[in-house]
């Protein structure tokens, strides 16, 4: 049974930073992709950040230069550096985790099999 588990939310000031994790397990397949999606109030759930099993990446416009996504393979867990947080960063962030594996579909939250239960971020003026 594969359970992905996020931490690392919280409330912080705007240009202020967070470290989200998310630890995997029970997945066994070689391949393989993973990603940070994220869902504020009223919105639809929308794509931040994704890494394929040979270390592509792919971000969303609205993150780009100030998040970085990264993995731990030997941890099994997934990481996202949230750098120079701003008010609409505000959601709940969910790990995701795709049997696929297909690079160009990263940021596509229908790609994923596998989800976690979600870590809020709250970013104040």
């Known amino acids: 049974q594969v359970q992905l588990v996020e931490s690392g939310g919280g409330s912080v000031q705007a240009g202020g930073s967070l470290r989200l994790s998310c630890a995997a397990s029970?997945?066994?397949?070689?391949?393989?992709?993973m990603g940070w999606f994220r869902q504020a109030p009223g919105k639809e759930r929308e794509g931040v950040a994704g890494v394929d099993s040979y270390g592509q990446t792919s971000y969303a416009d609205s993150v780009k230069g100030r998040f970085t996504i990264s993995k731990d393979n030997a941890k099994n867990t997934l990481y996202l550096q949230m750098n120079s947080l701003k008010p609409e960063d505000t959601a709940m962030y969910y790990c995701?985790?795709?049997?696929?594996?297909?690079?160009?579909?990263?940021?596509?939250?229908?790609?994923?099999?596998?989800w976690g239960q979600g870590t809020q971020v709250t970013v104040s003026s």
């Open positions: 029970g997945y066994t397949g070689s391949t393989h992709s």
């Open positions: 995701a985790l795709s049997r696929t594996g297909r690079w160009w579909l990263l940021l596509a939250a229908a790609e994923y099999n596998y």
